[in-house]
């Protein structure tokens, strides 16, 4: 185990010294014909990650053979990203500008092959030009960043150039740089002024991965439970060796498209043909064609790798929903306008009936700031307006909120009575969902009148309390059963305590009808 395990760990070394734009392809298939990867994950990515440092101008290169073995081992994608994080956060911390720079373009480059998040490459310019006087060498590093990601950045996240670009704009006006790096960014402004044309962000060459086969990780730069895991790239003992390379060899059958002439191979050898030199030079032709076939299949990957049955399996750990979760909470923190944000969020398919995972989180989002932010409301406002499965959802969410406004907090409060003031007094949401506020001591408790207090401040602040008081004093029949629970007439007490509440609140004109209500009630 141990001879060909150092075998195969040569061959990857080898194979990655070996790579350019011209070689990738049959390199590619070569490692797959020659190298357990899943076994061997760990000296993969070691090796990629040496290569990358000790010859960045490859890292492209590198990215593409990640992209590819990403796009059908998933798990040798994410190692190699979060070995990429966790390398950053050493270089950066040493002041290593050289290795920091070159981890960053590896990183710019799987964003260009869509194995990570535009996210992570906005974080590392944030870090890179953090603070009120971030040093030369990590402008720098942030100005190369820039120009390697800027024309994929510049689809996926405009307005996070136009934060960097002005940041760095900034930086230059302030004159604490040094001459040379003010040089480079001015030629970074110049780029971004030509759409970064001179530096496209993938060649035509390396781009290996079809969109639909290609596997995002969401993993951030400030994830905590980013694990290097050294013990991949030492060998050790397996003591079922036959069973995983038995797994490993129809894995690979299945990426290879060799599943057909392998089955056509063992019933051969099952009926013990004595004619084996001929059936040596077929298996030779059939290998020789199959490698063909597979490596269009494993480097274009645009289609089934065999046509084997495959079982349908119910997934019971809701994966797709945590995926879906994940991604809309990216989304929202990292778009930069409202408008770009709710963009990006009505491209998610989201299914009919999963409505509130996306309100949900918004709401989450929104209550975990230190103030309200208009941005938030603005986003929810616009989803009302695109669809009515959405208006509905908000509704509901409104009252489901409501009832369960007791387990938040008072900041937390705050800003999720200020999100549905918001979509309230915009007639985003109708007025009608204030049917279940009861105003009175019995079915209201101090958080639920706190939240009140709120939305109807918030509400009088944005329309005037003028406008407001009209609004409630509707002779709408209809109308009127909406704002019933919260201007009870129904008893003297109830009446009373809404005026009190109302005025205590600084709302008095609101209660001028419930007090000729009470002047005129029998005593």
């Known amino acids: 185990q141990r001879e060909t395990w150092q075998e195969q760990r040569r061959v990857i070394n080898g194979t990655i010294n070996r790579l350019n ?7 590619i298939q070569d490692l797959f014909q020659k190298v357990n990867l899943i076994r061997l994950r760990g000296p993969l990515c070691k090796s990629v990650m040496s290569a990358a440092i000790s010859s960045p101008k490859y890292s492209d290169v590198y ?16 190692l190699m990203v979060k070995r990429a994080i966790l390398s950053f956060r050493r270089y950066y911390k040493q002041r290593d500008k050289a290795s920091c720079q070159a981890v ?11 194995v990570v998040h535009e996210l992570i490459i906005l974080q590392l310019l944030s870090v890179l030009l953090d603070g009120s006087k971030p040093t030369d060498d990590s402008v720098e590093v942030a100005v190369h960043v820039l120009q390697t990601a800027g024309q994929a950045l510049l689809d996926s996240s405009s307005a996070g150039v136009r934060a960097c670009t002005e940041r760095m704009r900034s930086l230059l006006h302030e004159g604490h740089l040094n001459h040379r790096v003010e040089y480079r960014v001015e030629e970074l402004l110049k780029a971004r002024k030509n759409g970064f044309k001179d530096f496209p962000s993938i060649i035509e060459e390396l781009d290996l ?18 694990q290097k895991e050294d013990e ?20 690979r059958a299945e990426i290879l498209g060799e599943g057909d002439s392998s089955d056509d191979d063992d019933s051969d050898s099952d009926d013990g043909s ?9 298996d030779e032709e059939e290998a020789s ?15 089934d790798a065999t046509s084997k049955q495959v079982a349908v399996v119910e997934d019971l750990t809701e994966a ?9 909470y990216l989304t929202i923190m990292s778009s930069a306008t409202f408008e770009e944000c709710a963009h990006k969020l009505a491209r998610i398919e989201i299914p009919p009936g999963r409505e509130l995972e996306l309100i949900n989180m918004l709401i989450e989002c929104c209550s975990q700031e230190r103030t309200f932010l208009r941005y938030y409301g603005l986003i929810a406002s616009r989803f009302c307006l695109l669809d009515d499965r959405w208006k509905d959802a908000f509704m509901m969410s409104f009252s489901e909120q409501y009832s369960t406004i007791h387990r938040l907090e008072t900041n937390k409060l705050r800003n999720v009575a200020k999100l549905f003031a918001h979509l309230i007094h915009t007639d985003s949401m109708p007025w009608s969902v204030m049917h279940i506020i009861h105003l009175n001591e019995d079915e209201t408790t101090s958080s639920s009148r706190i939240f009140i207090k709120i939305v109807i401040q918030e509400m009088a602040e944005a329309m005037g309390i003028a406008k407001l008081k009209r609004r409630f004093d509707t002779q709408d029949d209809e109308h009127k059963l909406w704002y019933a629970g919260m201007f009870p007439k129904d008893n003297v007490r109830n009446t009373r305590y809404a005026i009190n509440f109302f005025t205590s609140i600084g709302l008095g004109p609101l209660t001028d009808d419930l007090r000729e209500f009470l002047k005129n009630a029998p005593k």
Do not use: Y
Request: with cysteine; charged share 30%; hydrophobic share 40%.
């Open 232 to 251: 991949l790239d030492v060998f050790s003992f397996d003591s079922e060796i036959d069973e995983h390379e038995a797994e490993w060899k129809a894995i």
């Open 289 to 303: 064609a199959s490698g063909e076939n597979a490596d269009t299949a494993l480097v274009n990957i645009a289609g």
């Open 274 to 282: 004595d004619d084996d030199s001929s059936d040596d030079g077929d």
């Open 21 to 27: 734009s011209g070689t990738i392809k049959p390199l």
């Open 209 to 226: 991965v079809e969109r639909d086969d290609q596997i995002t990780f969401e993993i951030t730069l400030d994830d905590d439970d980013i």
């Open 63 to 78: 990215a593409a053979i990640i992209a590819v073995v990403n796009s059908k081992l998933p798990e040798v994608g994410e």
């Open 104 to 114: 960053c373009v590896l990183l710019v480059h799987l964003f260009h092959q869509g």
């Open 320 to 328: 797709d929903l945590v995926h879906l979760r994940r991604t809309i």
